[in-house]
Nanobody, 126 residues
Framework: QLQLVESGGGLVQPGGSLRLSCAVS????????IGWFRQAPGKEREGVAC????????NYAVALKGRFTISRDNAKNTVHLQMNSLKPEDTAVYYC???????????????????WGKGTLVTVSS
Protein backbone atom coordinates (compact mmCIF):
# COMPACT_ATOMS: atom_id res chain seq x y z
CA GLN A 1 0.00 0.00 0.00
CA LEU A 2 1.27 3.43 -0.90
CA GLN A 3 2.14 5.50 2.15
CA LEU A 4 2.74 9.20 2.64
CA VAL A 5 4.42 10.81 5.62
CA GLU A 6 4.64 14.58 6.02
CA SER A 7 7.29 16.37 8.01
CA GLY A 8 8.68 19.84 8.51
CA GLY A 9 5.76 21.55 10.17
CA GLY A 10 6.12 23.72 13.21
CA LEU A 11 5.98 27.25 14.53
CA VAL A 12 7.29 30.05 12.36
CA GLN A 13 7.09 33.83 12.56
CA PRO A 14 5.17 35.87 9.99
CA GLY A 15 7.39 36.55 7.02
CA GLY A 16 9.43 33.47 7.68
CA SER A 17 9.92 30.38 5.58
CA LEU A 18 9.32 26.70 6.03
CA ARG A 19 9.87 23.64 3.90
CA LEU A 20 7.57 20.68 4.18
CA SER A 21 8.50 17.23 2.99
CA CYS A 22 6.41 14.28 1.93
CA ALA A 23 8.05 10.89 1.92
CA VAL A 24 6.40 8.50 -0.51
CA SER A 25 6.77 4.77 -0.14
CA UNK A 26 5.04 1.49 -0.82
CA UNK A 27 4.53 1.93 -4.56
CA UNK A 28 5.68 -0.57 -7.15
CA UNK A 29 6.77 0.81 -10.52
CA UNK A 30 4.55 3.81 -11.09
CA UNK A 31 5.29 7.11 -9.42
CA UNK A 32 2.10 8.95 -8.47
CA UNK A 33 1.18 12.56 -8.89
CA ILE A 34 1.34 14.40 -5.58
CA GLY A 35 -0.67 17.21 -4.12
CA TRP A 36 -0.42 19.39 -1.06
CA PHE A 37 -3.61 20.39 0.69
CA ARG A 38 -4.27 22.32 3.85
CA GLN A 39 -7.05 22.77 6.34
CA ALA A 40 -7.19 25.77 8.63
CA PRO A 41 -9.22 25.70 11.85
CA GLY A 42 -12.90 26.04 11.06
CA LYS A 43 -12.37 25.91 7.32
CA GLU A 44 -12.67 23.34 4.58
CA ARG A 45 -9.64 21.60 3.19
CA GLU A 46 -8.23 23.31 0.12
CA GLY A 47 -5.72 22.50 -2.55
CA VAL A 48 -2.34 24.19 -2.32
CA ALA A 49 -0.22 22.77 -5.10
CA CYS A 50 0.07 19.64 -7.20
CA UNK A 51 2.84 18.12 -9.23
CA UNK A 52 3.03 15.47 -11.94
CA UNK A 53 4.82 12.18 -11.49
CA UNK A 54 7.83 13.46 -13.42
CA UNK A 55 7.87 16.79 -11.64
CA UNK A 56 7.73 18.70 -14.90
CA UNK A 57 4.18 19.96 -14.48
CA UNK A 58 2.82 21.88 -11.51
CA ASN A 59 -0.37 23.63 -10.54
CA TYR A 60 -0.86 26.15 -7.75
CA ALA A 61 -3.73 27.76 -5.97
CA VAL A 62 -3.91 31.24 -7.46
CA ALA A 63 -3.69 32.97 -4.11
CA LEU A 64 -0.54 31.12 -3.17
CA LYS A 65 1.37 31.19 -6.41
CA GLY A 66 4.57 33.13 -5.98
CA ARG A 67 5.00 32.33 -2.30
CA PHE A 68 4.78 28.55 -2.40
CA THR A 69 6.79 26.19 -4.57
CA ILE A 70 6.23 22.49 -5.02
CA SER A 71 9.01 20.21 -6.20
CA ARG A 72 10.00 16.59 -6.07
CA ASP A 73 13.08 14.44 -5.96
CA ASN A 74 12.05 11.08 -7.33
CA ALA A 75 15.45 9.59 -6.58
CA LYS A 76 14.64 10.13 -2.93
CA ASN A 77 10.91 9.54 -3.30
CA THR A 78 10.25 12.89 -1.72
CA VAL A 79 8.04 15.85 -2.54
CA HIS A 80 8.63 19.27 -1.03
CA LEU A 81 6.60 22.37 -0.44
CA GLN A 82 8.69 25.48 0.04
CA MET A 83 6.69 28.16 1.79
CA ASN A 84 8.00 31.72 1.87
CA SER A 85 6.68 34.99 3.26
CA LEU A 86 4.37 33.10 5.54
CA LYS A 87 1.30 34.79 6.93
CA PRO A 88 -0.86 33.96 9.94
CA GLU A 89 -3.56 32.94 7.46
CA ASP A 90 -1.30 30.12 6.32
CA THR A 91 -1.72 28.42 9.67
CA ALA A 92 -3.21 25.01 8.97
CA VAL A 93 -2.64 21.31 8.94
CA TYR A 94 -0.89 20.52 5.69
CA TYR A 95 -1.56 17.20 4.01
CA CYS A 96 0.27 15.32 1.31
CA UNK A 97 -1.84 13.23 -1.04
CA UNK A 98 -1.24 10.99 -4.04
CA UNK A 99 -3.12 9.82 -7.09
CA UNK A 100 -2.53 7.75 -10.18
CA UNK A 101 -5.35 9.52 -11.96
CA UNK A 102 -4.52 13.23 -11.91
CA UNK A 103 -6.93 15.75 -13.33
CA UNK A 104 -6.08 17.61 -16.54
CA UNK A 105 -3.46 20.23 -15.89
CA UNK A 106 -2.81 18.68 -12.50
CA UNK A 107 -5.37 20.87 -10.82
CA UNK A 108 -5.61 20.00 -7.13
CA UNK A 109 -8.94 18.29 -6.76
CA UNK A 110 -9.37 16.68 -3.39
CA UNK A 111 -11.65 13.98 -4.78
CA UNK A 112 -8.95 12.87 -7.18
CA UNK A 113 -6.57 11.94 -4.41
CA UNK A 114 -6.40 8.26 -3.58
CA UNK A 115 -3.93 8.23 -0.69
CA TRP A 116 -3.42 10.66 2.15
CA GLY A 117 -0.85 11.36 4.81
CA LYS A 118 -1.84 12.26 8.34
CA GLY A 119 -0.77 15.87 8.03
CA THR A 120 1.70 18.20 9.67
CA LEU A 121 0.76 21.34 11.55
CA VAL A 122 2.11 24.70 10.45
CA THR A 123 1.55 27.59 12.82
CA VAL A 124 2.46 31.10 11.71
CA SER A 125 2.47 33.44 14.68
CA SER A 126 4.63 35.98 16.44
Amino acid sequence: QLQLVESGGGLVQPGGSLRLSCAVSGFALDTPSIGWFRQAPGKEREGVACISSSGESTNYAVALKGRFTISRDNAKNTVHLQMNSLKPEDTAVYYCAATYAPRPGYVCYEDAMEYWGKGTLVTVSS
